[in-house]
């Protein structure tokens, strides 16, 4: 199975009905393809949008919906539409039970770097900033590895997104969370061992005794 499709498939099991949900730019925007149809969960787009569906199928796209990053959306029934300012007070004002956000490291302790180097030619923070500090719950989902270095590391090299921890990492290897601030190894995926994991992980892992495979 795809990592990507890994990834956005486990994570959509930690959705629940009624949730208001902000899906970040890259793999997180795959997350609304895996929830169950049965399952009623409001994705918002931070650009102003709350009632996103599923990426549309080719040559149905329309040009003026797209998520945070420009890429074409859908709309369910009932969908809204609002500006930034709106959109923002809802991250800000707490309203956002879940983010999935994309990573580019997290460190041992949960703090996320999800943005480039300033002063070169590459996107920004963007909304995470906002995002990080003000959902309820935040999920990175990203690869575990890029070019066979870790990107679950002992303390971030690149700029923090917030101070505040996440609560949830998943990767196409593993689910880590982090119980009393310290990365924990919950889940390996399909055919992965917790050997492997060990093997691509800068960061020192809590191991449980009993480490279960993903659900997907």
Known sequence: MDPQIIIARRVAK???SGNLVNLGIGIPTLVANYVPADLKVF?????????TGPIPEQGMAHPTLTDAGGRPISAL???STFDSAMSFGLIRGGHVDVTVLGGLQVDAHGHLANWM???KMVPGMGGAMDL???AKRVIVAMQHAAKGKSK??????LPLTSARRVDLVVTDMAVIGFP???ATLLETAPGVSVGEVLALTEAELAIP???PEMRI
């Open 77 to 79: 029934p009932g969908a």
């Open 209 to 211: 005794d009993n480490v």
């Open 43 to 51: 994705f918002q787009s931070e650009n102003g949008l709350i009632g």
């Open 180 to 182: 009393d601030g310290k």
């Open 132 to 134: 990080v500090a003000g």
């Open 152 to 157: 679950i590391v002992a303390k971030c090299s």
């Open 117 to 119: 180097i300033p002063g």
């Open 14 to 16: 930690e959705l629940k």
